[in-house]
């Protein structure tokens, strides 16, 4: 079934990544995306994630398609200008991709091209606006298209940003310029997520909250100093420090905290990098 | 009033050519001083509390990216300021959170580097023209 008419029929949704590989050896990816494709409803490619370079999104958004798998195809605004994005939507819909998840992109220096030229000629919602208006059958520069494109169309928010209102500011116009469902950072406090919840349910659109696994506690300290609105609590820190088996600890915290967000959203976007092979038990911990 | 504007700016006199580099000059200078502009041809100062969004390392001209730090610093350039931060508390003290809610194409790229009054003035910046929350996307 299709991803929106899942969520109108009230079906809890349930996406993975699938990250594309640095190089020309698919293997693993599809090995992983075999493994889960009965226990989730579609698959995130991403789009050269975090600034590295990788396989390309729409190529492997295909070969997921080919195998009968529903992919959401990630598409950011670092790479490429206006007349790439726009060609390469269209080259998306002709391939039977029917999930578009519109990104600005993470910064060039953040990743491993760092003197690489950053593009972003359009960002998040100005690529909505684009999108949008491909749908209704014409280009950006007003020029009418031989038939038009049709997508389910997502974006992204950050319930843990600073300030939070500009970020809400930003959602609204996300959903202005066409963004039909959300996905969101990783979450781990419920109780903010609660209160996230309560500020953007009147926007009628189905939010999935981001769940990323802890691997270790070293991992949880990163993410609280380097990446931008993501915090773990103290006592999630000291359970994975404590642990014998990480990976079984990993697997319970995912779990509960999917299980004590389930009511207050629409869907889980688990961002395993690399556990992929624990999303199942991460599932049925979540009683999913 | 486009076609007046149009005369005095791109008449290919000497006077039109003296007018127009004299409102390139002085608007570039007071606005590189005062604002930290960077000539983008299509101003958004009124709707930012005053900060110039070509300042963010992505451009973005729609609100700030998920990567503002807790303190609100860049997260690209750590020790400055994000942008959007700045936009963001300016507005508030101004009390003019309502023009964040405006959405802006994206740039112009072919204004850029020249006078964002005299492509008011003659309506050559009307691809970025901010249009509110409500109305329908173009």
């Known amino acids: 079934m299709k991803l929106g008419e899942l969520f109108q029929n009230g079906k809890f949704v349930i996406t993975v990544e699938a990250g594309p590989p640095k190089g020309v050896d698919v293997k693993q990816m599809l090995e992983d995306v075999e493994l889960l494709r009965d226990r989730v409803d579609a698959f995130n490619v991403t789009d050269q994630q975090s600034s590295v370079m990788k396989l390309g999104s729409l190529a492997v958004s295909h070969l997921l398609k080919e195998r009968g798998v529903e992919p959401i195809y990630q598409l950011t605004c670092r790479d490429r200008n206006r007349i790439a994005l726009q060609s390469d939507l269209l080259s998306a819909y002709v391939l039977g991709i029917e999930n578009v998840l519109c990104l600005t992109g993470d910064y060039v220096t953040l990743g491993d091209h760092p003197s690489a030229k950053p593009v972003f000629d359009l960002h998040s919602v100005t690529l909505l606006l684009t999108l949008s208006r491909l749908q209704k059958g014409y280009d950006l520069a007003g020029q009418e298209l031989k038939g038009k494109p049709e997508f389910y169309v997502g974006a992204v928010v950050n319930p843990g940003a600073n300030p939070l209102e500009s970020q809400i500011i930003k959602m609204e116009k996300k959903i202005e310029a066409g963004a039909q469902f959300f996905q969101t950072q990783a979450v781990y406090e419920p109780e903010k997520f609660a209160a996230f919840m309560k500020r953007v349910e009147g926007f009628g659109v189905p939010v999935m909250v981001g769940i990323i696994p802890l691997k270790s506690a070293g991992m949880a300290r990163f993410m609280n100093r380097n990446v931008a609105g993501v915090h773990v609590p103290d006592h999630l820190i000291a359970e994975m420090k404590e642990t014998k088996d990480r990976a079984k600890t990993s697997v319970e915290i995912a779990g509960r905290l999917i299980r004590e967000m389930k009511g207050l959203c629409q869907g889980v976007h688990i961002m395993a990098l690399g556990w992929e092979r624990y999303v199942p038990a991460v599932l049925d911990a979540a009683g999913l | ?138």
């Not at chain 2, 994000?82 to 936009?87: F, G, N, S």
């Not at chain 2, 003019?96 to 112009?108: A, F, I, N």
């Open chain 2, 1 to 138: 009033m486009e076609g007046r504007f149009e005369r005095i700016f791109d008449g290919g006199g000497l006077v039109s050519r003296v007018v127009y580099g004299t409102v390139f000059l002085v608007e570039k200078w007071t606005k590189e001083v005062l604002f930290g502009c960077h000539n983008c041809g299509q101003c958004l100062l009124s709707y930012t509390g005053y900060t110039c969004t070509m300042r963010c390392p992505k451009g973005l001209r729609n609100g700030p990216c998920g990567g503002t730090s807790a303190a609100g610093k860049c997260e690209v350039y750590p020790d400055r300021w994000c942008v959007w931060y700045l936009i963001y508390t300016r507005c508030k003290r101004l009390h003019r959170l309502d023009t964040l809610r405006m959405m802006h194409p994206g740039v112009d790229w072919s204004l850029v580097g020249t006078p964002s009054w005299v492509n008011l003035l003659t309506g050559r910046d009307k691809v970025a023209e901010p249009f509110g929350l409500g109305k329908e996307t173009r």
